[in-house]
């Protein structure tokens, strides 16, 4: 399995080709391709390319779905005893990314393409051929 760790947002998150992640609002189009080149670390099949502080070469490529915001936050402020009460409401506007291929130095390591089949597309019953005979 392939996956790499990227920054964006000024956060960290494990990402793997063929599966969408939600990030702090990039300002792209939807429907339009980015590539993401603060990757911290890469894994393919059992060698590890990590980073100090980034990897070289390394790029992610994905696909901007939509924008959205996210849930509601309540931030509740109250001091006893003195009938002081605040009550706000934050939303946070984010991105959702599908990401597409995984690189290093122009090599596609993993792509959605030829992503690993998921358990439930492994547990479902194959075709078989079976042959009548009279």
Excluded at 40 to 61: C, D, K, R, S
Excluded at 110 to 127: G, K, L, V
Aim: aromatic residues 4%; proline residues 6%.
């Amino acid at each position: 399995m392939t996956y790499a760790i990227i920054e964006t947002g000024g956060k960290q998150l494990r990402v793997e080709p063929g599966r969408f992640y939600d990030v702090e609002l990039l300002p792209v189009e939807p429907n339009q391709e980015i590539t993401l080149e603060r990757v911290l670390l890469v894994q393919h099949n059992g060698e590890l390319h990590i980073g100090q502080p980034f990897v070289e070469g390394a790029t992610i490529q994905a696909t901007v779905m939509r924008h959205l915001r996210g849930r509601k936050i309540i931030v509740y402020k109250m001091r006893p005893k003195k009938k002081t009460r605040k009550k706000r409401g934050h939303r946070q506007e984010i991105t959702r990314l599908m990401i597409n291929s995984i690189s290093v130095n122009g090599n596609v390591l993993a792509s959605a393409a030829n992503a690993q089949p998921t358990a439930e597309e492994q547990a479902a019953p194959q075709p078989t051929s079976e042959s009548t005979a009279e």
